[in-house]
Nanobody, 124 residues
């Protein structure tokens, strides 16, 4: 099993930045590609960004391209999401997810491991 714990959320103003972290423990070698999803109140959980094991490939949803950057430090078993130029529509609970396959995926059901989430609130 792989345990994922997110941190770094908070309340910020529009235009500010935040960096989310996702620390993995347990059988971390079982989780190759990693991703961030988010869920706003009353909405479905949606894909935000993904990264493969080596960090050589990344994938982003269009609304965050150019503003968010996903990265990872395998020596620390940690994945990051740097969020710049935050907007009120970025307000959501952000979840870290991991999957056994190293192929990047945007579907929720492609991921076997999930964290508990961290709240990000952006006010105008």
């Amino acid at each position: 099993q792989v345990q994922l714990v997110e941190s770094g959320g908070g309340s910020v103003q529009a235009g500010d930045s935040l960096r989310l972290s996702c620390a993995a423990s347990g059988r971390t070698f079982s989780s190759r590609s990693m991703a961030w999803f988010r869920q706003a109140p009353g909405k479905e959980r949606e894909f935000v960004a993904a990264i493969n094991w080596s960090g050589s490939r990344t994938l982003y949803t269009d609304p965050v391209k150019g503003r968010f950057t996903i990265s990872r430090d395998n020596a620390k078993n940690t994945v990051y999401l740097q969020m710049n130029g935050l907007k009120p529509e970025d307000t959501a609970v952000y979840y870290c997810a991991g999957r056994i396959s190293d192929v990047l995926a945007t579907r929720k059901n492609a991921y076997e491991y999930w964290g508990q989430g961290t709240q990000v609130t952006v006010t105008s």
